[in-house]
């Protein structure tokens, strides 16, 4: 049962690492809150399920069409919505929720509110230590820690990173050191919504047009957990968040609905003890 | 006293167009029922001034207070759950079970606050969005009291007639409403609440240091907001004859945020605007041809709106109808050239 655990919590846990380093992203260099993250990541696997499934375009194909769209769907949104209102943190909590409404409502008017799943991309499983492991979950874990690892790598050894994580700092003084702030966060807003694109790639859910809202819960739950801004903290908080969630499923099996739940308790447990998060930075006052 | 309310419409509400058309819409609400009796209007403004209770009590937490509020559906479902439990166990008669609702949902309010103050900003808005899904867990966990996902049923009306009820709810949002902005009201001479609330919200430092308790404060307003919330909830509870875990939904906690940011935040007439359009407007289009597309087009106007008007619709109009005066900082008719008391050139 342990390895079984094991096995389960890296694999949701890979999955919510994705999401919510994109979410942790765009806070902690924009300050967004983006509320429609998750609703990226369904609009994602309806694409994947659309080329892939009903026009029959294989995943390669699918994947190559989705990801790069969802990207500029991101983009759009960013350069369109979110950036005319950024001024204004009231208005940009709504226009993202908003912005998830309606994608909500576009997938529904358009593929009704059944109930989709993706194959997954292998077929077949092996047996570790006495544990069923699927290839599409040892495909997850690979692609999770290829795409941390290359984000890592961005972040601290390019230029661009460097630009990123400056303007997370402070924006003025980014600005004043001739960084283009507004293109920093449009990038910024385009890492985010592949991260989510991607994080779609790799799921074994089903998905129906109403399945942002508990993946946001959960992210949220996460994001805050590890600290809102940090990308370590994030990650961690996944892991451990991952690990409640398996914990709940294969210790209370009766009460599987709970999961959300004691993932939340935990999120309030830590918050309690460290009002910043795992790795958040403590707010400091506005100076004027 | 005839004298002096007639004194005071006279040159406190009709040289200012704002609450001329505030005064306005209220009288028109309460003769509503003098020119249609049709159920389904009738139905529609009674429960917009519930959650018109709903949304200024979000207002003046969120708002005022600056403690924004993901969560704010744990008051409401509490109240409803607290009176319907109330009713159904102790047997106590709406009015009382609705008060004591209200108490009910002040106190989960304040109990989760306490986690809740040590955090800021946006900490404070994500863990506040976990308490009524958490809360909404445990009402899944115990169907043989809460009834599950079915929820109590059979609760007795308000009143036999939609009419009655109606005013009932008219008149509790009406007076609710008042209260809330004599509380949050900056320039009052009795409560000092409003004072010290718009203080925490613009520098809570600057306000410890002028010796206000901020903390103390802060759990007043999350009370006040609970209790007002229960209170929208338990009417809901009653209105509907039965309470389900919906009460509890983060859809609820969204669209009140929706309601009030529509309408204008910070702002007691904001919030009530925002209720009584977005709410009819929803509902209106529920049977009409492009009914399936309904909360698409609400979502899209909310969209609209924010990017052209980003204060809000009823703040925007506000400042398209008045003038403030930049000497003796009162409000005028945006017609006017000179300020109506101290003839300050206006531009």
Redesign the interface.
């Known amino acids: 049962m342990i390895p079984a655990i094991i096995i389960r919590t890296l694999t949701t846990g890979g999955v919510y690492a994705l999401l919510a380093a994109g979410m942790s992203l765009m ?1 902690g260099v924009a300050h967004i ?1 983006n509320l429609a993250h998750t609703a990226f990541y369904v609009v994602a696997a309806y694409g994947l399920w659309y080329f892939g499934q009903k026009l029959g375009l294989g995943p390669i194909a699918s994947i190559a069409i989705t990801v790069p769209a969802v990207t500029i769907l991101g983009l759009l949104s960013y350069r369109f ?1 979110l950036n ?2 950024r ?2 943190p ?2 940009i ?3 993202t ?3 998830a ?2 994608f ?3 997938l529904l ?1 358009r593929f009704s509110s059944d109930l989709h799943i993706l194959p997954p991309l292998i077929a077949g499983g092996t047996t570790i230590s006495g544990v069923l492991v699927t290839y599409q979950q040892l495909l997850i874990l690979g692609i999770v820690v290829v795409i941390m690892v290359t984000l890592w790598l961005f972040l601290s050894k390019t230029k661009m990173g460097t630009a990123i994580r400056a303007t997370a700092n402070d924006a003025e003084v980014a600005s004043l050191m001739g960084i283009s702030v507004p293109r920093t966060l449009l990038i910024t807003m385009g890492i985010g919504t592949l991260l989510a694109a991607v994080a779609a790639t790799t799921t074994t859910k089903t998905f129906f047009p109403f399945a942002w ?1 508990s993946p946001l ?1 959960m992210v ?2 996460i ?2 957990l590890g600290g ?1 801004g940090s990308l370590k903290g994030s990650t961690i908080g996944a892991f451990i968040l991952a690990l409640v969630e398996t914990l709940v499923v294969f210790l209370l099996p009766e ?1 599987n ?2 999961k ?2 004691f993932a ?2 935990a ?2 447990v830590v ?2 003890v460290r ?3 795992l790795f ?1 930075i403590v ?1 400091e ?2 100076r004027l | 006293m005839l004298g002096r309310l007639l004194k005071s419409l006279r040159f406190g509400v009709l040289p200012i167009p704002g609450r001329l058309i505030g005064v306005i819409f209220f009288v028109f609400l309460f003769i509503f029922p003098l020119i249609s009796t049709a159920s389904h209007p009738i139905l529609i403004i009674t429960i917009a001034s519930i959650y018109a209770i709903f949304a200024v009590s979000w207002d003046l937490l969120s708002g005022y207070t600056g403690q ?1 509020n993901f969560g704010h559906a744990l008051s409401f479902g509490t109240g409803a759950y607290s009176s319907a439990l109330l009713y159904t166990y102790v047997g106590l008669p709406p009015a009382a079970t609705i008060l004591l609702g209200g108490v009910g949902a002040a106190l989960v309010v304040v109990a989760t606050c306490f ?1 809740a103050l ?6 404070l ?3 506040t ?2 308490f009524p ?2 809360l909404h ?2 009402v ?2 115990f169907p043989s009291v809460t009834g599950g996902y079915v929820g109590i049923r059979e609760l007795p009306p308000l009143s036999d007639s939609p009419i009655v009820e109606y005013y009932i709810c008219l008149v509790v949002m009406t007076v609710a409403v008042l209260i809330m902005w004599k509380l949050t009201d900056a320039g009052s001479k009795y409560v000092r609440t409003g004072l010290i609330f718009h203080a925490i919200r613009e ?3 600057a306000a410890r240091a002028t010796g206000i308790n901020t903390i103390r404060y802060k759990v007043l307003a999350f009370a006040i907001g609970g209790f007002f919330g229960g209170i929208a909830g338990g009417l809901f509870g009653h209105l509907l004859k039965t309470v389900g875990p919906a009460t509890l939904s ?1 859809t609820l906690s ?1 669209q009140v ?2 309601w009030v ?2 309408g204008g ?1 910070v702002s007691i007439y904001g919030a009530v605007a925002g209720v009584f359009t977005l709410y009819p407007l929803v509902e209106l289009l529920q049977g009409t041809a492009i009914g ?2 309904r ?2 087009i ?3 106007i ?2 609209l709106i ?2 052209f008007m ?2 809000g619709i009823a703040v925007w109009i506000r400042d398209k109808i008045e003038r403030e005066c930049p000497r003796c900082k009162l409000s005028n008719g945006a017609w006017r050239t000179e300020c109506r008391a101290c003839s300050a050139p206006l531009r």
């Open positions: 806070f809150v919505l005319r209102v001024q204004h009231q208005a909590l709504l226009i929720i908003a912005l409404i309606v909500q409502e576009i008017v809202t819960t949220l739950a994001v805050v809102l009460q609905y709970m959300l739940a939340l308790l999120m309030v918050l309690s009002p910043g998060g958040g707010f006052e506005e | 924004v986690p040590r955090l800021r900003g946006p900490y808005s994500l863990i969005l976990a899904l958490l867990q445990v899944l966990a520098d809570e430092i983060m969204f945020i929706m940011i529509f935040m399936e597309y909360t698409l609400m979502a899209v909310v969209i924010l990017l980003p204060s």
